[in-house]
């Protein structure tokens, strides 16, 4: 930027500019630039040129705010959480649309996705948070939420993408589900060949098409498999059972779903009967230590 006919109060801001060390530091000196250059119309161009740079900076500069305090504040975990990473125009946000009540914007360009989109999964009377998260290579990809996630639902259009996306799940300590999108576009002798690659790195995958929704029930079963949960209903004596299942780990007792239910409750229990794959015949008599298995029916009798 040229400095002639400038005054010393614009050559002094344009110096501070040039030495900034960061954004606010850079905005800062591009307001002190605009207010002390010339007015006369020679200086137009340059006037524009400084406009349009000071618009940028402080949009950048709103942006990486929003992403910044979106991730830390913005997103409530829920009890069981899903995140969809893969590279750009992968289809995640076509994916989310199909599983959810959620919506990302969709387009052929890239990096459509800044922020993460949060929509809710009902799956047989549960529901899973889903999370599309901005694509790996963007610089809104989100690390954090990654790591954290129970479950990594990995969108590719083929095999060959992995290497670029392992990078970024080397942290993660989620469960992983390849999902092989827009299958809709291969030929069964190709869907043929990443199917049977994929088995032999003995990966967990399912092939999926987002325009077509083929396989959905099975993504949906494979995306609730991934959290190793149980769905335990309860009912008191004399009602039917609750439509609303509790969720618990894999293995839990009699006494992990009383105290999920409200802290102490098994101190109080008389007798608990079971209903359902883990019990011999209906309305079995369990004591407290007795293990749960996935769709069980427990009535607790209180003393």
């Not at 990594?152 to 989620?174: H, R």
Request: one cysteine or more.
């Amino acid at each position: 930027m040229s400095s002639t006919n400038q005054s010393p109060e614009f050559l002094s801001a344009q110096k501070r500019y040039l030495s900034a060390k960061n954004d606010e530091e850079k905005l800062f000196a591009l307001e002190e630039m605009l207010k002390t250059m010339p007015k006369h119309k020679g200086a137009e161009e340059m006037r524009a040129n400084l406009k349009t740079r000071f618009k940028k900076l402080k949009l950048s500069m709103e942006e990486k705010k929003k992403k910044k305090s979106f991730s830390k504040e913005g997103i409530k975990k829920e009890e069981m959480q899903a995140v969809l990473i893969g590279l750009a125009n992968s289809g995640k946000s076509s994916i989310l649309s199909c599983l959810t009540n959620a919506s990302s914007q969709i387009a052929d360009y890239e990096f459509t996705t800044r922020y993460p989109i949060i929509g809710m999964l009902d799956f047989d009377n549960t529901k899973i948070q889903l999370i599309d998260l901005p694509a790996v290579e963007s610089e809104y990809f989100d690390q954090g939420i990654a790591n954290t996630a129970d479950t990594l639902l990995i969108v590719i259009e083929n095999p060959s993408q992995f290497e670029k996306i392992f990078p970024f799940l080397e942290k993660t300590a989620g469960s992983k589900l390849i999902i092989l999108n827009k299958i809709d576009l291969l030929e069964e002798k190709e869907k043929r060949r990443m199917s049977a690659f994929l088995q032999s790195k003995k990966y967990n995958f399912i092939l999926f098409s987002s325009k077509t929704k083929e396989n959905i029930h099975e993504l949906k079963e494979k995306i609730w498999k991934t959290f190793n949960k149980i769905r335990i209903y309860t009912k008191q004596p004399g009602k039917p059972a609750d439509s609303d299942p509790v969720i618990l780990p894999e293995k839990s007792t009699v006494k992990d779903i009383a105290e999920k239910i409200f802290h102490g409750l098994s101190e109080n229990i008389k007798e608990t009967k079971v209903t359902g794959p883990s019990s011999k015949f209906p309305n079995q008599k369990v004591s407290l230590k007795h293990t749960l298995k996935d769709r069980d029916i427990v009535e607790f009798c209180i003393k």
